[in-house]
């Protein structure tokens, strides 16, 4: 999730996050589905946690920023079958997807996020920009 493929706005922080991880090289070299918290969602969670985008590189933190990717696939929202099912990330967690009433929502050890924009197409990658960390995560 290099700052190049980090275009539409809202997502300056989840480039700097997954970059800090040392995962934009690696994300953009295999087809995955990543649910990229909004600047704001990470704001809200570095001023409530007291972390930086820094402490994502570390071993907690780069678990935190891969709990966010379905690896070897590219998913689009028209993929994802009516109510929930459930997904494997990078990070050997399990994250669930809810398709509800033309509503995407993602989940993840308590933590549920809004899907505020989804399909952003990267070539390897399918971005969907959320309004929550999945924190639980960390």
Do not use: E
Request: proline share 4%.
């Amino acid at each position: 999730m290099a700052a190049s493929v980090m275009t539409p706005p809202g997502m300056s922080w989840g480039s700097a996050a997954a970059s800090a991880a040392g995962l934009d090289a690696d994300l953009l070299s295999k087809v995955s589905t990543v649910f990229v918290p909004s600047d704001d969602a990470i704001k809200a969670y570095v001023a409530s946690s007291g972390l930086t985008t820094a402490d994502l590189a570390t071993g907690s933190g780069k678990a935190a920023v891969t709990a966010h990717v379905i690896p070897n696939t590219t998913l689009t929202s028209a993929d994802f079958p009516a109510g929930a099912s459930s997904y494997d990330t990078v990070a050997g967690r399990k994250l669930s997807v809810d398709n509800s009433g033309g509503k995407l929502t993602v989940s993840s050890g308590g933590v549920t996020a809004n899907v505020i924009q989804a399909d952003i197409s990267t070539g390897n990658a399918t971005i969907f920009l959320i309004d929550k960390v999945l924190a639980s995560a960390v």
